[in-house]
């Protein structure tokens, strides 16, 4: 079994920065196989950032340039760091992790930008 728990969320100005963590356990063969989505509401999820076949970072056009995606395999942590927040990028943000037949996300945490 896997089990992913987002933190990092919360309220902040447009402009600002916040830095998400999703903290993986279980059979995780790689914290870099961990992706990022978001679910505004009214809307249906979308990716934000995951790592693509070749092994590059494939990122939303919304976000790129902006929102940059690293992992730490010793605390098998995944992170997504946001810059330059816009409205537009309120969200619950979620961590999505696929491997063996099964796909596990984790509960979401909550990202609300103000203008």
């Known amino acids: 079994q896997v089990q992913l728990v987002e933190s990092g969320g919360g309220l902040v100005q447009a402009g600002g920065s916040l830095r998400l963590s999703c903290a993986a356990s279980?059979?995780?063969?790689?914290?870099?196989?961990v992706d990022w989505y978001r679910q505004a509401p009214g809307k249906q999820r979308e990716l934000v950032a995951a790592?693509?076949?070749?092994?590059?970072?494939n990122y939303a056009d919304s976000v790129k340039g902006r929102f940059f995606i690293s992992g730490d395999s010793r605390k098998n942590i995944r992170y997504l760091q946001m810059n330059s927040l816009k409205p537009e990028d309120t969200a619950v943000y979620y961590c999505?992790?696929?491997?063996?037949?099964?796909?596990?996300w984790g509960q979401g945490t909550q990202v609300t930008v103000s203008s």
């Open positions: 999505r992790f696929a491997g063996a037949g099964e796909i596990y």
């Open positions: 279980g059979r995780i063969y790689s914290i870099n196989a």
């Open positions: 790592r693509t076949r070749d092994g590059s970072i």
